[in-house]
């Protein structure tokens, strides 16, 4: 195998050669990847791979690389589902050092697949135990954060109705034909909703919750963009698109960005959390097998740990920090809710189950 | 006559030699960025220790929720075809033979939706036919969720197919063939169906087999709008592998969709050899004429409000929303794009940067595609034998591949140097010309096969060599053609995502990524930026199309 | 002096022999013409001196040298297409100037001579095929005579030594036609240029040729002056092929030939046993008697009338009379032949 690639890759060099030459056109493109190699024996560059949603801000970033001398490389493909099983299909030749990503109803494909050397970071002390799913620190927990249903404060204002908190209300008649959610199958929210009524009901009581919530009128979207741009009348994009549900599985972070992004920034989130109807993911990263710069990789870990990393995380990402002393941001505070008990399957349960689920899910409510 | 086609056929000998050497860039590239990705995932998911499992092939296929994928994604291909021919026809009639004010235009708009990425897409035609859309408001009718909102989307995306392949052919038969038939003795209709219609009808099949390819393997269309209920072969390859990592599977069905795909471009490379048989074509400035009588300005009208209600309309919704900003109609969000650190400090993507990333990437993409597309077509000039044609073909075939086969393929294939470019940035153009070499051939072929071989040797007696004749004879003569598939290629570079989203990238993001991001935020800037980014992409296409439109070759039809 | 030389020429397209080891030569300031029918490889020939179809057998020499290993580019010949491939991106101006430009950078002016080095020349090259500042018109604008012009123009341009036309005013009409051979000849003439045309239309080859070269399925039939061939042609495919249908077997024996129209007088010293015979039209005379003929048909010619006879005995004639006395159609006449108009051919 290894030496027909060494043979095709010889041979087509010419081919590449055009392609190559041809793209310089692209201008700097080059410049931000070229340090990127890792194959260089003094490379002092460590690879992050992610998904999509990975951000932090470059100062922090820029601070870490100055202390550590460590240069980071951060890549991005696709969601977070689509980024592991990348790594996964390329087990033991790694694109990178640390992958960051793996949620708790996807870990025990993870450990399964054996992609991770274990590492105990710098500061595990720190963590909030809870989160330590891994005790053979394969991985480690960077950030949480919930999935609940949310709503749109003026319909209900207006309709004089309370919101519903729990998911015992969703199936309210008071509720009927007001909630949008995702396709398990499909989305990662979904999904999340799908298991916060396994985690309330039991492995078998959540199929005769969802005959319920199917009887009330439930309408499944594909997605997340579908469901709270399109559908949910409380959100800007919702509004614009007229949507008339007034309440959605998002994110229990989903407020707080409202008003971080209106324009003028409202005094008030103009949706709230149903706290009761939370599911809650966790999010690890861990050194990659292969990896070219386990050093590196090791350091970057320790960082996102970091009170620093993790101080940052809330406004660039959404999400909750999971370390004990790292302080949230005033936004999160004022704007976003605190769940105080989430529902919660264990990892090992999720992944035994979790396909056979979702086609009786599908089957149940989709079809 | 015969004489010179048979010295042609003699000297084949060494025009072979060269066509293999032209040929061998283009295959090199196409086995190495291509088959080979797409044959190791295939074989990562039917071959296991104890050797090739194709008795898996008949398990998958046997199952009850596939043989749903497959009957679905079959019966909806020809629905989507039949309404896009019911509705595209009468429009490529009313392009190909009335003169109307902004018709050039027009033209351009209509091909806007076919390289614009599904997201945006999807957001803009969820606003004509979804819930308080506008066909919601008018008449209380909505359609998302339901097929006939795929079907609708399939129409909107493949308008322009239909209206070039078949328009372009339209316009240069000569009007006077079907006087000829009337002067015989034939009704008006009579002599449609006898003269125009046998001359159409094998452009009108390749133009209904091309719109066939894309719906059957559509994606984004049916994943934005069709809802959870519906699901095609592609949208269960990607679920199969990006979600769910069930390679199996995924292999079976990237086989079954390899099959199917590679059946149509068959036929499709059949008709267009019959296609090839002679027409007599005019000049298409002399066959349009203003419309008269109410007959035909009820056409032209009936044409114009399809193409507004169905083209325009999704859009202008576009457009009006990205500036619906806060505080009234305006520029806010575009302002919003350029200061980085407004509205919180944590813009997910710097856009500006996003626009400048996507034109790099989509300039790159089209020089290895107008490299690889070109050595093509010049190979592919000569005609050849039943080899040559194959390879016309193979070119079409990452059309049918899906994009994170193709991306996961990469993943495993070139892992080890000198060919280790997982993490380059050069796989995201390398992806994108993937998809912009089959319009880069289709459109430099024609042209290419059109240039005399005499206007060469004129050239040769009077003293130019090979290659200086190629340069004073062929390149003037194809410059526009190159100019166009030029424009093509980055269009369709810039407007990619599937291919590019999958792959691993330095934090880049193109134009359709930055926007796929924004609307996964929640937030009124967020949104409204994303509206913004969408309509600057849709105006860098228009704008790239409208040019394109004027440099169209009078002789040849802008088709697909 | 041999400019041209051809020496034993095949060229075979899988088993059949387009060309067939011809032989030929050209010499300097001579226009050769090649004559015969569609198919019958002249083209071919052309293609070949220019280097643009390789051979099968035998050599091409120009001045004395093998051209084998010569590419077309530099053979330094002329050739003016049957549909003059005029470059349609280029002007006027820019076609003539083509050759000009190729040769003058070919011989390693860095940057070639200025642009203003060839406007003298190709104004001249204008001035001389009738069509004076007619630089900057577009290709397509201009009309078939004009193309016509444009493309020798084109092709004499940089001085070829050998200039080669194919068919060079078939898609001309034939009052321009006419006009154009004599215009041609006159310049060739003055110019000294060395040419080898070939064409299917025999009054054309022989109104510019000082030789003629008949082709016959890749095989040279005759060659000759114009009027050698006219008046002796080589055997029945060539007079059939110069228009003559008056061909028919004939057993020759002392000065007379006996055939199916009777016996008809041969000019004196005619080689003598199973042959054919031509008798042109102008040998077959109105007599008081004679072979007894019906008139099937009467055409008018201009200067004579053509006849066409069904003869009581043998294949239908054709006969030529003057404008006064022409029989009518119908009529019953008789006719006599004239020796002089009589060509002894060989047996089929």
Redesign the interface.
């Known amino acids: 195998m ?1 030496t027909t ?2 043979f ?9 050669g ?3 030459l ?2 310089c ?6 410049g ?2 070229a340090d ?4 260089t024996p003094k490379s002092k560059t460590v ?1 992050l ?1 992610s998904h ?2 990975f ?1 932090v ?1 470059d100062t922090v970033l820029k601070e870490f690389e100055q202390q550590s001398g460590y240069t980071v ?7 977070a ?2 980024a592991l ?2 790594e ?3 087990k033991g ?1 790694p ?2 050092d640390v992958f960051f990503g793996v949620d708790n109803t996807l870990l025990s ?1 993870a450990l399964d697949n054996g992609i991770f050397t274990p590492y105990e970071v710098k500061g595990l002390a720190d963590v909030k135990p809870e989160y330590v799913l891994d005790k053979e620190h394969r991985v480690t927990p960077v950030d949480s954060g919930d999935i609940c249903v949310n709503y749109d404060k003026a319909y209900f204002a207006d309709k004089k109705i309370a919101p519903p908190q729990t998911l015992d209300d969703l199936v309210k008649p008071e509720y009927k034909n007001l909630l949008v959610t995702e ?1 398990a ?2 989305s990662s929210p979904g999904l999340g909703f799908l298991l916060a009524s396994v985690g309330k009901y039991g492995e078998e009581g959540w199929k005769d919750y969802w005959s319920k919530l199917k009887a009330n009128g439930v309408e ?7 469901a ?4 949910f009348s409380g ?3 919702g509004k ?5 549900r007034p309440l959605v599985v ?2 229990a972070s ?1 407020p707080p ?2 008003v ?6 409202p005094a008030e989130a103009p949706t709230g959390v149903a706290t009761g109807t939370c599911f809650r993911q966790v999010e690890f990263a861990g050194l990659l097998k292969g990896a070219k710069n386990e050093e590196g990789g090791k350091a970057l870990l320790d960082f996102l740990v970091s009170k620093k990393f993790q101080e940052d995380m809330p ?2 990402m ?1 999400v909750n920090p999971v370390v004990k002393d790292a302080k949230l941001p005033e ?1 999160f505070t004022k704007h976003g809710a605190v769940v105080e008990k989430p529902e919660n399957v264990a990892p090992e349960t999720i992944a035994k189950n979790r ?1 056979q689920w979702v086609k009786a899910w ?1 089957s149940l409510v ?2 | 006559m015969v004489l010179a086609r048979r010295e042609v056929g003699r000297e084949s000998a060494r025009g072979t030699a060269v066509r293999l050497l032209l040929m061998a860039v283009p295959l090199a590239f196409f086995g190495l960025f291509f088959a080979y990705p797409v044959a190791a995932i295939v074989g990562r998911g039917i071959k296991t220790d104890e050797g090739w499992q194709f008795g898996r092939i008949g398990e998958v296929l046997a199952r009850p929720d596939i043989a749903d994928v497959l009957w679905f994604t079959t019966w909806q291909a020809f629905a989507s075809t039949a309404l896009t021919l019911l509705i595209a026809l009468p429009g490529a009639y009313v392009f190909a033979r009335f003169e109307f004010p902004g018709k050039q235009l027009l033209r351009a708009v209509v091909t806007v939706p076919f390289v614009l990425p599904t997201v945006v897409v999807g957001t803009a035609f969820l606003a004509l036919v979804g819930r308080g859309g506008l066909l919601d408001e008018l008449w209380g009718v909505r359609l998302d969720t339901t097929v006939w909102a795929i079907l609708l989307a399939h129409v909107f995306f493949n308008y322009a197919v239909v209206v070039r392949t078949v328009g372009g052919l339209w316009a240069q038969l000569d009007p006077r063939q079907e006087e000829a038939a009337r002067v015989l003795g034939a009704g008006r209709f009579a002599a449609w169906r006898r003269v125009t219609l046998p001359a159409l009808g094998p452009a009108v099949a390749a133009a209904s087999l091309m719109v066939f390819l894309f719906t059957f393997t559509s994606f984004g269309v049916v994943q934005i709008l069709g809802g959870p209920s519906y699901a095609t072969l592609e949208v269960e390859v990607y679920r199969q592998t990006a979600q769910l990592l069930d390679l199996p599977t995924a292999a079976v069905l990237t086989m079954v969709q390899f099959v199917a795909v590679g059946l149509i471009l068959g036929i499709h490379a059949w008709t267009v050899r019959r296609r090839e048989t002679a027409l007599r074509l005019v000049d298409p400035a002399r066959t349009a004429h203003r419309p008269s009588g109410p007959g035909q300005r009820a056409l032209l009208g009936g044409v114009l409000l399809t193409v507004a209600l169905l083209i325009v309309a999704p859009l202008a919704v576009l457009v009006e929303r990205s500036l619906d900003a806060p505080g009234g109609y305006g520029f806010g969000f575009y302002r919003a794009l350029q200061d980085v650190g407004a509205g919180g400090g944590t813009f997910l993507v710097p856009p500006l940067e996003a626009i400048w990333n996507s034109l790099q990437y989509a300039l790159a993409a089209t020089a290895i595609a107008l490299v690889i597309g070109g050595l093509a077509a010049a190979a592919l000039t000569r005609r050849g034998g039943r080899f040559v044609r194959g390879f016309d073909a193979l070119l079409m075939l990452p059309l049918g591949v899906s994009a994170v086969t193709v991306g996961f393929g990469f993943l495993i294939t070139l892992d080890e140097p000198p060919l280790d470019l997982r993490t380059s940035w050069i796989l995201v153009p390398l992806a994108q010309a993937l998809v912009g070499v089959p319009f880069v051939v289709r459109t430099m072929l024609p042209v290419l096969r059109a240039v005399d071989g005499r206007l060469r040797e004129a050239a040769a007696v009077l003293g130019a060599s090979p290659l200086r004749a190629w340069r004073e004879v062929d390149l003037p003569l194809v410059r526009r053609a190159l100019l166009i598939a030029a424009g093509f290629a980055f269009a369709v570079s810039l407007g990619e995502f599937g291919a590019t989203v999958f792959i691993a990238r330095p934090d880049r993001p193109t134009l359709p990524v930055a926007v796929a991001r924004l609307l996964g935020r929640a937030g009124e800037m967020n949104y409204g930026q994303a509206m913004a980014l969408s309509t600057i992409l849709m105006l860098v296409c228009a704008v790239s199309l409208l040019v394109l439109e004027r440099l169209r070759p009078d002789k040849t039809s802008g088709e697909f | 002096m041999t400019l041209l030389e051809l020496a034993g020429v095949s060229v075979r397209f899988g088993e059949r022999a387009v060309v067939d080891a011809v032989d030929l030569e050209v010499a300097e300031h001579e226009i050769v013409c090649v004559l015969g029918p569609s198919g019958s490889g002249k083209s071919t020939l052309l293609r070949v001196v220019a280097g643009l179809q390789p051979v099968s057998a035998g050599r091409v020499l120009l001045g004395g040298e093998d051209q084998a290993r010569v590419p077309v580019h530099r053979r330094g010949v002329g050739l003016m297409f049957q549909d003059h491939q005029l470059f349609p991106h280029r002007d006027v101006g820019g076609n003539v100037s083509f050759g000009l430009r190729m040769r003058g950078s070919r011989r390693g002016f860095a940057s070639g001579p200025g642009r203003g080095t060839y406007e003298a020349r190709v104004a001249e090259l204008l001035e001389l095929v009738g069509l004076p500042g007619a630089q900057g018109r577009p290709v397509a604008s201009l009309s078939g005579g004009e193309q016509q012009r444009v493309a020798l123009a084109r092709a004499l341009a940089p001085s070829p030594r050998l200039l080669m036309l194919d068919e060079p005013l078939g898609q001309l009409d034939r009052g321009l036609r006419e006009r154009l051979v004599v215009e041609l000849r006159g310049l060739f003439s003055r110019l000294g240029t060395t040419v080898l045309a070939v064409t299917h239309d025999q009054g054309e080859a022989f109104a510019l040729a000082d030789r003629v070269v008949v082709m016959q399925e890749g095989r040279i039939a005759q060659a000759g002056t114009p009027l050698e061939v006219w008046q002796r042609p080589a055997s029945e495919f060539v007079a059939r092929f110069l228009g003559f249908e008056n061909v028919i077997p004939a057993v020759v024996a002392g000065g007379a030939a006996a055939t199916a129209w009777g016996k008809v007088r041969v000019p004196a010293g005619s080689p003598e046993g199973e042959r054919r015979i031509l008798i042109r039209p102008a040998g077959v005379v109105l007599a008081a008697a004679g072979l007894r003929c019906e008139v099937l048909a009467r055409t008018f010619r201009g200067t004579h009338v053509a006849l066409r006879l069904r003869p009581e005995a043998g294949p239908e004639l054709e006969a030529e009379c003057g404008l006064a006395g022409a029989p009518a159609v119908g009529e019953r006449i008789a006719v006599a032949f004239a020796p002089a108009e009589v060509v002894v051919l060989p047996a089929a």
């Open positions: 290894s690639k060494k095709a890759g010889a041979a087509l060099a010419a081919a590449l055009v392609a190559t041809s793209a056109g692209g201008g700097d493109a080059k931000k990847s990127g190699s890792g194959e690879t791979v999509d949603s951000n801000t490389k951060v890549l991005k493909s696709g969601d589902g689509a099983n990348q996964i299909l390329t030749s694109r990178g494909r396709n199958a499909t499944v979207v594909d997605g997340w963009e579908q709270y741009n399109e559908r959100s800007a994009g614009k698109a007229k949507g008339d998002s994110y989903s960005v409202e971080l992004y209106g324009e003028p920034q406004l660039q959404f936004l396909e599908s989709v079809k």
